[in-house]
């Protein structure tokens, strides 16, 4: 109960990074052709909506999401709001203690219309991903498609998160979360070789 769904619905709208695939159902094996049951069939790029990155998504030697410890992804989290920047940099935290914190989700409103994909959003600093690591955070969870600008081809925030053992969750629907400390569920699927996978993310007020 109170469970809050931050996810955004996978549906045939659902957008998607320019050029990926898009989500697609069907229903395979329709009830009167297979006599007792309707069985689906998803087709969909791993980072549409909301989805959490595999190191693999951006380093040919990093893990797949078989890899990552599901824990990372259930547990206290801490919401921050950061509105209005085109950067977001380590001295942006420097009003918030978050001491003790492991998970950061940021509400950045970068992207308030979700049923378009932005031009620009907001990145993520190196700067910003050094300062993460010294606090001991090891995931972050934005309400962005990704932690760098749209147009990068050198992911620096995805690989300054990586160098600091930062794990990434992206594209969240932070409208209706308030700051402060919730219970954050969000597991990726067991797709053993996956550079990522969408997440149903949940906050819970704690
Ligand atoms: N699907 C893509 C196709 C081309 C270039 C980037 C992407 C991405 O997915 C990047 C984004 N930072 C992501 O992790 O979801
Ligand atoms: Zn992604
Ligand atoms: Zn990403």
Known sequence: MTWIDVSQPLHADVTTWPGDTKFSYEIAWPMAQSGSVNVGKVTMSLHVGTHIDAPFHFDDHGKRVINLDPSL????????????????????????????VERLILKTDGWPDKRVFPETIPELTPSLAD????????????????????????????????????????????????????????????????????????????
């Open 73 to 100: 992804y259930i547990g206290p989290a801490r919401v921050i709001h950061l509105p209005h920047k085109s950067k977001i940099e380590a001295s942006d935290l420097d009003g918030h203690d978050l001491t003790g």
């Open 131 to 206: 300062r993460l690591g010294e606090l001991g955070i090891f995931l972050i969870g934005l309400d962005l498609p990704s932690v760098d600008a749209i147009d990068s081809k050198e992911m620096s925030a995805h690989h300054a998160l990586a160098r600091n053992g930062v794990h990434i969750l992206e594209g969240l629907v932070l409208d209706d979360i308030l700051p402060g400390d919730y219970d954050l569920n969000a597991v990726p699927l067991p797709i053993v070789e996956g550079d990522g996978s969408p997440v149903r993310a949940l906050l819970r007020p704690m």
